[in-house]
C-alpha cells in the first residue's frame, strides 16, 4: 500500500495534537472529573469509489467493522482512541486501522442515569487493506487521500452508574468523511466525501477525581416490631429513619457514611477506603433518659475511637489533620480509646454532656481499606432505672410540668386545683408516632397541641379558643375504660403540649409511648 509524504506528515502532525489534547483532557480528567473506561465497536460505513467515467464519485456499502474503544471524558472534553478490524463488504478487502477522537461533551446527570449528547472529530488512519478500487480492480492515485481521513462525528451516550464509581455507557454516533484535496481534484465533490457511516459502542467506565456519585445507599429495613407491646412504659423499639433511640435490634445494621449522623440504641455497618485516616459521625438529639452512652467498634479492621467537640471537629475539617486533637486536648477531647473492646476493639463509655451533642472519630490506624460495625448504646443511669416500674408522681400545684416519652406520670385532682392540666412533652422528634393515653376512675378529655396553641391557651386560659390548626390530636373515651387514648405525629421540633381535663376531682395516671 502506497502512503504519500504529504499524507505521513499530516497524519504524523495529528497524531502530535491528538496526544496533547489527550494529556490535557486526561489531566483535567484525573484530577477534577469525569471518567475512563473501554467499550467494544461496531461501525458501517458507506465507501467512495470511483465511477466509470467522469470525475465523480459513486458509494457503495463500505467498511464493516468491530473493535475497542479507550476513552478518557473531562466533564465537557472527551478524547479516544479506537482499534478497528473487519472487511470491505464491497471489494472483499480485510480492513484495519486506528481512529483517535476528540469530541465536545454536554453531560446532563438525572440521578443514576447521566444523558451526553457529543460533536467532535476523528483521524482515521488505515493499517492494512483498503476501501477504493477502480472498476479494473486496480487502486488509483485516491488511495494516497483515504488511508489517512478526517471524519466529523455527532451522537449521543448513556451512562448508567450501579455504584459510586462504576458505570455501564452505551453510545450511538453518526460519522461524516470530509473530502482531501486530493480527492477534490481527481473527483467532483464538494466539502463532504459522500463517505458517512454509523457507529454503535457499549462499554464499562469508572469514575475518577471528584466525578464519585453520592448516591445514597440503600438503608436496613426496619426490624419487625413485636406483635405484643411490653408492659414496661420505658420499652422503645427501633424503626425506620428517623432513628428512634434505644436497644439496637439484632440484625438491624444500617450503611452508615462518613459525615452523617447517628443516633444512641443502632449498630452501622461502616467501610474504611484507603485513603481514609479517619471518619466522623454527628451524635446529638441524645434523648433526655440517657445519662451516658457506651460507643464501640467490632470487626477485622484495627480501630480508635476518639469522643470530641464540636469544635474539635472543626479544627480537624480546617486543618486537615488529626494531630490538632492533640494539640488541645483539653479542650477537644471528652474520651478517647484504642482497644479496651472485644478482640482489642475499641469502645469508650461517656457520660452526655449539657449540649447532649458531640462528635465521634474512627481512625483508621493502619491506613487500610476494609469494613467494621460502629454501635451506640444509650445507658440510663441510676435514675432511669428507678423510675422504669415507678409512676413519677406530680403535685397538683405545679403548673406546667416538663415530661418525656416513655414513662408514665401520677396526678390529681382537686378541690383546689384547676380543672386543666397542662404538660409539656420534649425529645419526641425522633419518633415516628406518639400514643397518649391516660388511666384511672376520672372522666378525662386529652388534648395535644402545638406550641403556638400552648401560647394561645396562656393569654386566654380557655382551650376552646386554640385554633384547629394547633391541635394536634383530640380523645374523649378511646381508651381502656372510657378512659382518654390518642396516637400523634410528633411535630418536627419535638415538643408539643398535651392538656388534661376533668369534670370530676380525683387521681389519674397520664403516659407517653413513642412508637
Not at 471518567?35 to 465523480?56: E, L
Not at 486543618?319 to 477537644?332: I, K
Amino acid at each position: 500500500m502506497r502512503t504519500s509524504s504529504l499524507s505521513a506528515k499530516c497524519f504524523v502532525k495529528f497524531l502530535n495534537v491528538f496526544l496533547y489534547v489527550v494529556f490535557i483532557s486526561s489531566s483535567l480528567t484525573f484530577s477534577a472529573c469525569s471518567s475512563v473506561g473501554v467499550s467494544g465497536m461496531y461501525a458501517a460505513n458507506t465507501t467512495a469509489t470511483p465511477a466509470s467515467s467522469g470525475k465523480h464519485l459513486k458509494t457503495e456499502r463500505g467498511d464493516e467493522a468491530f473493535g475497542a474503544t479507550f476513552f478518557t471524558d473531562a466533564t465537557a472534553l472527551g478524547s479516544e482512541i479506537s482499534y478497528f478490524t473487519g472487511k470491505n463488504v464491497f471489494t472483499g478487502n480485510k480492513v484495519s486501522g486506528l481512529d483517535f477522537g476528540l469530541a465536545l461533551r454536554i453531560p446532563i446527570s438525572i440521578k443514576r442515569v447521566t444523558i451526553t449528547p457529543f460533536a467532535g472529530a476523528d483521524y482515521r488512519h488505515y493499517l492494512s487493506g483498503n476501501t477504493l478500487e477502480d472498476a479494473a480492480g486496480k487502486t488509483g492515485d485516491i488511495l494516497d487521500a483515504i488511508t489517512e481521513n478526517m471524519w466529523l462525528k455527532a451522537g449521543l451516550s448513556i451512562d448508567y452508574a450501579f455504584t459510586n464509581t462504576f458505570f455501564l455507557r452505551a453510545e450511538a454516533g453518526y460519522d461524516r468523511q470530509l473530502a482531501s484535496g486530493r480527492q477534490k481534484d481527481l473527483y467532483s465533490t464538494g466539502f463532504f466525501s459522500p463517505a458517512y457511516g454509523l457507529r454503535f459502542r457499549i462499554g464499562v467506565g469508572t469514575y475518577v477525581g471528584g466525578a464519585k456519585k453520592n448516591f445514597p445507599k440503600k438503608k436496613a429495613a426496619s426490624p419487625a416490631a413485636s406483635s405484643k407491646q411490653s408492659d414496661s412504659p420505658t420499652s422503645t423499639r427501633a424503626t425506620q429513619a428517623p432513628l428512634v433511640p434505644g436497644a439496637p435490634a439484632t440484625g438491624s445494621k444500617k450503611t452508615l457514611n462518613s459525615g452523617e449522623q447517628i443516633y444512641a440504641g443502632e449498630t452501622y455497618k461502616c467501610q474504611f477506603s484507603s485513603q481514609d485516616a479517619f471518619q466522623l459521625y454527628i451524635l446529638k438529639d441524645i434523648p433526655s433518659r440517657y445519662r451516658s452512652l457506651t460507643i464501640f467498634t467490632e470487626g477485622v479492621k484495627d480501630t480508635m475511637i476518639a469522643i470530641i467537640t464540636v469544635e474539635g471537629a472543626q479544627a480537624i475539617v480546617n486543618q486537615g489533620t488529626v494531630d490538632v486533637l492533640f494539640d488541645n486536648p483539653d479542650r477537644y477531647i471528652i474520651d478517647i480509646d484504642d482497644d479496651s473492646g472485644e478482640n482489642a476493639n475499641a469502645k469508650v463509655t461517656v457520660d452526655v454532656p449539657r449540649e447532649r451533642a458531640f462528635i465521634v472519630m474512627v481512625a483508621n490506624k493502619d491506613k487500610s481499606a476494609g469494613n467494621y460495625t460502629l454501635t451506640v448504646n444509650g445507658n440510663g443511669g441510676s435514675e432511669g432505672t428507678a423510675r422504669q416500674n415507678t409512676n413519677k408522681v406530680i403535685p397538683a400545684s405545679e403548673r406546667t410540668p416538663v415530661i418525656q416519652a416513655n414513662n408514665t406520670y401520677e396526678r390529681a385532682f382537686t378541690s383546689s386545683d384547676s380543672s386543666i392540666h397542662l404538660y409539656g412533652l420534649s425529645d419526641v422528634a425522633s419518633y415516628k408516632s406518639l400514643t397518649i393515653y391516660t388511666e384511672g376512675n376520672l372522666d378525662t378529655n386529652l388534648l395535644i397541641i402545638s406550641a403556638n396553641g400552648a401560647r394561645t391557651l396562656a393569654d386566654t386560659g380557655d382551650p376552646s379558643q386554640i385554633q384547629s390548626k394547633d391541635i394536634l390530636g383530640y380523645d374523649n373515651d378511646s381508651g381502656a375504660d372510657y378512659n382518654a387514648r390518642t396516637t400523634i405525629t410528633p411535630p418536627r421540633d419535638g415538643a408539643c403540649f398535651i392538656i388534661v381535663t376533668s369534670k370530676r376531682n380525683g387521681t389519674y395516671t397520664l403516659t407517653v409511648k413513642g412508637n
